[in-house]
C-alpha cells in the first residue's frame, strides 16, 4: 500500500514531552486531512489543507500543530498533551476538497499519553 | 445540526446472513452520503456513496437505503462473508465537501463463520 503513509505506527509519550506525526500521500492530491479516532466515537476532523493552505482548523487545542510543507506531506506537531488525546490520529488525503472526492485514508497513528 | 447518529453500535450475524446499519441525521442540507469500512490497525475506506436524488443503490453485496423523508440512510450487506467483519462508518457531508464531513459513532460488524 503505498497511498498515505503515516508513521510512527504508535506513539507513546510523557505529558511534557514534543513529538510530530508525519503523513506522506503518493497520489498526487491536493487536500489533506488530519482526524482523531477516539473508541465509540465519530470521527472529529481536526485540520484541513489544500495546496498546502490551512483551511479549517474545528476548535483544535494550540498544543496540536500542523505543518503541511507541501501538498505530499502533512505534519501534526505534538507539545504538552493530555491523556485525553490518546487515540487514533488519521491522515487522508483527496484530490481537491471540491465534490464527490472521496477520502483516502493512511493507517493511523495510535497515540498513547502517559 | 452537524450530527449522524448510527445504530447499532456493534453486529453480529451468521454467514450469508443481511446484517443492516441505520443512520439518522437531523440537517436537511446534508446532500452526500458515504460509507467507510475500516478493519482493525486500517484506516477507513470508501465502500459507497448515495445523493438523495435516488433512493437505493447497490454495489456488488452492498447496498445503500435512502429515505430523504425521514431523514435516514442505511447499509445492506447482502450474503455477509467472515472477511466483512470490519467498523463501518456512516458520514454526511454538505455538497460532497470533505471539508464538512460528518460521520457517525461506527457499527462494529462480526460475521460468524
Known amino acids: 500500500e503505498t497511498g498515505v503513509t503515516q508513521t510512527p505506527r504508535h506513539l507513546v509519550m510523557g505529558m511534557t514531552n514534543k513529538k510530530s506525526l508525519k503523513c506522506e500521500q503518493h497520489?498526487?492530491?491536493?487536500?489533506m486531512y488530519w482526524y482523531k479516532q477516539s473508541a465509540k466515537k465519530p470521527l472529529e476532523l481536526m485540520f484541513v489543507?489544500?495546496?498546502?493552505?490551512?483551511?479549517e482548523n474545528n476548535s483544535v487545542p494550540s498544543r496540536f500543530s500542523p505543518e503541511c510543507p507541501n501538498s505530499s506531506h502533512l505534519f501534526l506537531h505534538l507539545h504538552t498533551l493530555q491523556p485525553e488525546d490518546s487515540a487514533l490520529y488519521l491522515c487522508a488525503s483527496s484530490q481537491h476538497l471540491a465534490s464527490n472526492q472521496p477520502q483516502h485514508f493512511g493507517d493511523g497513528t495510535r497515540l498513547s499519553i502517559l | 445540526q452537524q450530527q449522524v447518529k448510527q445504530s447499532p453500535q456493534s453486529l453480529i450475524v451468521q454467514k450469508g446472513g443481511i446484517p443492516i446499519i441505520n443512520c439518522a441525521y437531523e440537517?436537511?442540507?446534508?446532500?452526500?452520503f458515504p460509507w467507510y469500512q475500516q478493519f482493525p490497525g486500517k484506516g477507513p475506506a470508501l465502500l459507497i456513496a448515495i445523493r438523495p436524488d435516488v433512493s437505493e443503490k447497490k454495489e456488488g453485496r452492498f447496498t445503500i437505503s435512502f429515505n430523504k423523508s425521514a431523514k435516514q440512510f442505511s447499509l445492506h450487506i447482502m450474503d455477509s462473508q467472515p472477511g466483512d467483519s470490519a467498523t463501518y462508518f456512516c458520514a454526511a457531508s454538505i455538497g460532497g465537501s470533505a471539508r464538512q464531513l460528518t460521520f457517525g459513532s461506527g457499527t462494529q460488524l462480526t460475521v460468524l463463520p
Open positions: 497520489l498526487g492530491h491536493n487536500a
Open positions: 440537517n436537511t442540507a446534508f446532500d452526500y
Open positions: 489543507y489544500s495546496l498546502e493552505e490551512r483551511v
